[in-house]
């Protein structure tokens, strides 16, 4: 029996993150190169994995990116890649999933757990069959050894522990 395998059409796709910065308000990035495959019609029986470049981080700032990218954070040289693999999708109603998986960033892998709402599918005017998903989550980033800090003067730090993610995907099935 052949297998149902759709692909992340990156051009109507994003990866988002956001950290708070000085305590007092957010940051906002994105990963602008990733891939990611769904296994199976079912996607509630589905395998998901995704790949991101690390290399790829954004924050509208060039010096903060080649911070990211340094090994106070990412060390992109050794962890060239963010990678998710799916456990489990349990529904939790009719559009509303808990996506748990393995996530691994800096050689680190820890399951986690995803919000995720089905949008539906669609055909595009090329006939191109696509299925969108919104996806939610946050992670402490000292868990995947991301543990950069400086102290404030006036106390706190200057980056929140707490990373909250975003992903707007589209597939295409293949």
């Known amino acids: ?11 109507h796709s994003e990866i988002t993150f956001k950290v708070k910065h000085l305590m007092i308000s957010n940051v906002k990035g994105e990963f602008k190169t990733f891939e990611g495959t769904i296994d199976g019609e079912d996607f509630t029986k589905s395998k998901i994995s995704a790949s991101i470049d690390a290399s790829s981080i954004s924050t509208n700032n ?22 998710f693999v799916s456990k489990s999708i349990k529904k939790v109603d009719d559009d509303e999933f808990k996506l748990v998986g393995d996530l691994t960033i800096k050689g680190t892998t820890k399951e986690i757990t995803l919000d995720t709402e089905f949008g539906g599918y669609m055909k595009d005017p090329y006939g191109n069959e696509k299925a969108g998903f919104s996806i939610n989550g946050k992670l402490n980033r000292k868990d995947f050894g991301l543990n950069w800090n400086a102290a404030l003067e006036a106390g706190g730090v200057m980056v929140g522990n707490e990373i909250k993610i975003n992903a707007e995907v589209q597939f295409v099935k293949q």
């Open 62 to 83: 060039d010096d903060r990116d080649t911070h990211l990218k340094s090994a106070d954070f990412f060390e992109i040289e050794s962890y060239p890649e963010i990678t």
């Open 1 to 11: 029996m052949k297998t149902t395998k759709w692909a992340i059409d990156p051009t």
